[in-house]
T-cell receptor, first 111, second 115 residues
Framework: GQQVMQIPQYQHVQEGEDFTTYCNSS?????IQWYKQRPGGHPVFLIQ?????EVKKQKRLTFQFGEAKKNSSLHITATQTTDVGTYFC???????????FGKGTKLSVIP | NAGVTQTPKFQVLKTGQSMTLQCAQD?????MSWYRQDPGMGLRLIHY???????DQGEVPNGYNVSRSTTEDFPLRLLSAAPSQTSVYFC??????????????FGAGTRLSVL
């Protein structure tokens, strides 16, 4: 499957600060998914974006899909210690069943 | 529903030993897959299946075999374990039909060490 690049690889923030992770592709994405993995846990689905320019919110989390459908972002407002974990984006190639994951952004929150 | 169940949770093998990692799902999902997770490498696809009797290779298939005799089960076999296969293994499943939610559900993982 084609790769998606995630940046940054690591992010340390003070509790209450905002956090953003970015997912970029060299080719147009049909959709993008985001997952969260808590330390020692397994990935859990957060959201799927399909439409160009789409913005979805889940409480303090805001997900965006770029106008060109080549990038996406996850923004967390006022981080809490419960936000700690690794955030992955994932793409499914056109005509493919495979779900390809980015390498993830590991978020640490300093209380 | 139990979701996706993986066994065992932990395993230590010696180089050259073989073993099977079990995965079962009770959601009647057509698509099942195996990933390995290594530090800094994200989740890499090993093998996947789109239905009983159908399997295909992912990104890192060497050293692993799979089979899919039923919709529910998708075991992963290590034929001759090597230290490079030390990793955390995740099984996942989802619906593949058009209009399906596309949500992928993961098992709790198997932590494998090969000495």
């Amino acid at each position: 499957g084609q790769q998606v690049m995630q940046i940054p690889q690591y992010q340390h923030v003070q509790e209450g600060e905002d956090f953003t992770t970015y997912c970029n592709s060299s080719t147009t994405l049909s959709n993008i998914q985001w997952y969260k993995q808590r330390p020692g846990g397994h990935p859990v689905f957060l959201i799927q974006l399909v439409k160009s320019g789409e913005v979805k919110k889940q409480k303090r989390l805001t997900f965006q899909f770029g106008e060109a459908k080549k990038n996406s972002s996850l923004h967390i407002t006022a981080t809490q210690t419960t936000d700690v974990g690794t955030y992955f984006c994932a793409r499914r190639g056109a005509g493919s069943y495979q779900l390809t994951f980015g390498k993830g952004t590991k978020l640490s929150v300093i209380p | 529903n139990a979701g996706v169940t993986q066994t065992p949770k932990f395993q230590v093998l010696k180089t050259g030993q073989s073993m099977t990692l079990q995965c079962a799902q009770d959601m009647n999902h057509e698509y099942m897959s195996w990933y390995r997770q290594d530090p800094g490498m994200g989740l890499r696809l090993i093998h996947y299946s789109v239905g009983a009797g159908i399997t295909d290779q992912g990104e890192v298939p060497n050293g692993y075999n799979v089979s899919r005799s039923t919709t529910e089960d998708f075991p992963l076999r290590l034929l001759s374990a090597a230290p490079s296969q030390t990793s955390v293994y995740f099984c996942a499943s989802r619906i593949t039909s058009r209009g399906g939610s596309n949500i992928q559900y993961f098992g709790a993982g198997t932590r494998l060490s090969v000495l």
